[in-house]
């Protein structure tokens, strides 16, 4: 009996990487081609996706410290925080770090620079405000009071450690964690299945996560809840960290836009760069087509 998937040309398999440098080339045309509105919005859902999943994160690692080893408390957070991309592929939004890959568009000629640069700038905006917001309803609902604080505790942590952090550390931090983010996105392109997709992202996030490198649009959420604890939580929580031994974290404002703008940064050429331009080079410079001015993105 003829296997009608394969009698129709389809195939369950993987994509090659071959073809899913053509495939992220196509994604990239697609996504600019957006209207920009429809961008914002998507945009939107990805930075508050991202932040569901570093909520889950500062869960999972609430209490942990001093009765789990640091390695193990790491990937614990790196395995739950991949949520947040695999929501972005799956559910359907678009993220900052991720749209780096745009760039393979641009380099077979089928997307104006212009256009990139604007899709970019969208897309980054509305990371922040579905992060920021995401932040603001978990301040607001007093979740990081759970645990007898230790949620809060960790939020504040993580907000301390992100924002203190010196500009040309994050800067290469930001490198290593898109060239992973990306590759997880490359990943996810090669699966035919939502099973594929998740195991393809599951790995490189975690590891991202684990190592301790820095994703801009995670800090778009991190750093601002951190903030809003430290401005604006009641006396009973601080008298409860204050009797398990916490402290009030150092969390500068200005930091905090030194430490976006260098992770931005640093994520862009680990994406854009390291990953888009290589994966161009090895798979598609040889096959611009004349005819590729007829695909431009304007």
């Known amino acids: 009996m003829v296997n009608k998937a394969a009698d129709q040309g389809l195939s369950f398999d993987a994509l090659m990487p071959d073809a899913v440098a053509k495939a992220a080339e196509?994604?990239?045309?697609k996504k600019a081609k957006l209207n920009p509105w429809v961008q914002f919005g998507l945009a939107i859902l990805g930075g508050a996706f991202v932040a569901l999943g570093?909520?889950?994160?500062?869960?999972?690692?609430?209490?942990?410290?001093?009765h789990l080893p640091y390695g193990v408390m790491r990937?614990?957070?790196?395995?739950?925080?991949?949520?947040?991309?695999?929501?972005?592929?799956i559910a359907g939004a678009q993220l900052f770090t991720s749209d780096a890959l745009m760039v393979m568009a641009w380099a077979s000629g089928r997307l104006q620079t212009g256009r990139m640069l604007r899709v970019w700038t969208t897309v980054w905006l509305g990371n922040f405000v579905g992060a920021l917001g995401v932040a603001a309803l978990v301040f607001l609902s007093g979740q990081y009071t759970f645990g007898h604080g230790e949620v809060g505790a960790s939020a504040l942590y993580l907000a301390s450690a992100k924002s203190t952090l010196a500009p040309g550390k994050a800067f290469f931090l930001g490198i290593l964690c898109n060239v992973l983010v990306c590759l997880a996105a490359w990943?996810?392109?090669?699966g035919r299945s939502i099973t594929d997709k998740i195991l393809a992202m599951l790995f490189p996030i975690a590891a991202f996560v684990a190592a301790g490198f820095e994703?801009?649009?995670?800090?778009?959420y991190f750093?601002?809840?951190?903030?809003?604890i430290k401005w604006w939580a009641p006396d009973?929580?601080?008298?409860e960290l204050l009797a398990h031994g916490g402290a009030r974290p150092e969390i500068p404002l200005d930091q905090f836009a030194i430490n976006l703008a260098a992770v931005t940064l640093g994520n862009w050429v680990g994406g854009a760069l390291l990953v888009g331009a290589v994966y161009w080079l090895i798979f598609r410079s040889g096959q611009r087509r004349a005819s590729a001015a007829n695909d431009v993105a304007h």
């Open 54 to 66: 570093g909520l889950f994160a500062t869960v999972t690692i609430s209490g942990a410290a001093g």
């Open 236 to 239: 009973s929580f601080w008298e």
């Open 75 to 89: 990937l614990l957070m790196g395995g739950t925080f991949s949520l947040g991309l695999m929501l972005v592929v």
């Open 223 to 228: 750093i601002p809840l951190g903030l809003f």
């Open 26 to 29: 196509d994604v990239g045309v």
């Open 187 to 190: 990943g996810a392109m090669a």
């Open 215 to 220: 994703h801009c649009v995670a800090n778009m």
